[in-house]
Every structure is written in structure tokens, then in C-alpha cells.
């Protein structure tokens, strides 16, 4: 797909991914594997934060939303170990618990710069 962007709603025990372009839309969830919030192994969190970098591969722009630090810890994660999902990420913003509808409402309005963007040769 020419312009898939993702939409990532996330906080410690699970993620929302939604993946979209003009005509499709796909969403997963991914659930932490510790039980017990902000409280989790290290190992728990990397295998978190790999599951969603995993989900991620093929899109062209990921914003990331959700209440808390998580996305913020997710993001340097990935400038740290996932360099490719890192460059993906366009811009983390704060958000309540939207439902997957809302979630890609709300991604589909944010993307519409890029998309505007892509189709004119003179930005860019």
C-alpha cells in the first residue's frame, strides 16, 4: 500500500494498532505480558515494545497516543533498538481510551497533511 500510516494507542498492559490507507483498515491488539501495571519485568516491557515494532513493519508514518508515559518510553525504545520504527514515528500525542473507530477517526484526520503532502511534488 502506498500510504499506509498506523495509529498505536498504547499504555503498560496493552496496544492498540491500528493500520490504515485510503481504502483498508487493519487493527491488532497487543497485550503486555506482565500482569502487574508499571510494575512489569524489563524483559517484559522489550518483548512488549517488540511485538508492537513487529506489528509496525510496512508503514510509512505511526503516531503514537494514549494516557501516561508509555508511548514516550516506547519511542525511546525504539531510537534505541529499532531505528527504522523510530524514524516511522511522526508525533506522540495524549489521549483517553477511544475505541478502535475513534482511534483511526482520529489518525485519519492528523494523516491528511501527510497524504496532502505526498501528492504535491513541491512540498517535501
Known amino acids: 500500500m502506498s500510504t499506509f500510516h498506523a495509529v498505536v494507542w498504547m499504555d503498560h498492559q496493552e496496544a492498540h494498532v ?28 522489550v518483548a512488549f515494545y517488540q511485538d508492537i515494532a513487529t506489528a509496525l513493519i510496512g508503514t510509512h508514518e505511526v503516531l503514537l497516543t494514549g494516557p501516561g508515559l508509555a508511548r514516550q518510553e516506547f519511542r525511546v525504545w525504539c531510537q534505541q533498538h529499532q531505528a527504522a520504527t523510530a524514524n516511522r514515528i511522526v508525533d506522540s500525542i495524549a489521549s483517553d481510551h477511544p475505541s478502535d473507530a475513534q482511534l483511526a477517526a482520529l489518525a485519519k484526520q492528523y494523516f491528511k497533511k501527510f497524504d496532502a503532502m505526498a501528492a504535491d511534488p513541491s512540498q517535501g
Do not use: L, P
Open 18 to 45: 491500528v493500520m490504515f490507507d485510503r481504502e483498508h483498515i487493519q487493527a491488532q491488539r497487543i497485550h503486555s505480558r506482565s500482569h502487574h501495571k508499571h510494575q512489569g519485568k524489563v524483559g517484559d516491557a
